[in-house]
């Protein structure tokens, strides 16, 4: 069992930046594909990032389109906490954002919520113009 607790949202103008953190429990975190995703009013929960171990210390990070450039994910596993940096954001960034945390092979991508059994209760990002 994984516990995830988000942290980080709130409101900030367009153009902004914050920073989203995701502290995990309960398991071997290091081994674990950690993802962000984000699901905005009457629209489907969408993958935004991903950061998964893909051999020795190497752990790969990947991005949706929409956020390539101004969206970093990264992870400090001897916090067992996963972050999510946002710069340039866009109201269309407006949304919930969830952490979630699974077990895939190494070198997988995991951008699709079916990947991920653990789910964090999800942090408002809220951009104004």
């Known amino acids: 069992q994984v516990q995830l607790v988000e942290s980080g949202g709130g409101l900030v103008q367009a153009g902004g930046s914050l920073r989203l953190s995701c502290l995990a429990s309960g398991r071997t975190f290091s081994s674990c594909a950690m993802g962000w995703f984000r699901q905005a009013p009457g629209k489907e929960r969408e993958f935004v990032a991903t950061?998964?171990?893909?051999?020795?210390?190497?752990?790969?990070?990947y991005y949706a389109d929409s956020v390539k450039g101004r969206f970093t994910i990264s992870r400090d596993n001897a916090k067992n906490t996963v972050y999510l940096q946002m710069n340039s954001l866009k109201r269309e960034d407006t949304a919930v954002y969830y952490c979630a945390a699974g077990a895939v092979g190494r070198g997988i991508v995991a951008d699709t919520t079916t990947q991920y059994p653990y789910w964090g209760q999800g942090t408002q990002v809220t951009v104004s113009s």
């Open positions: 950061t998964s171990w893909s051999g020795g210390s190497i752990y790969y990070a």
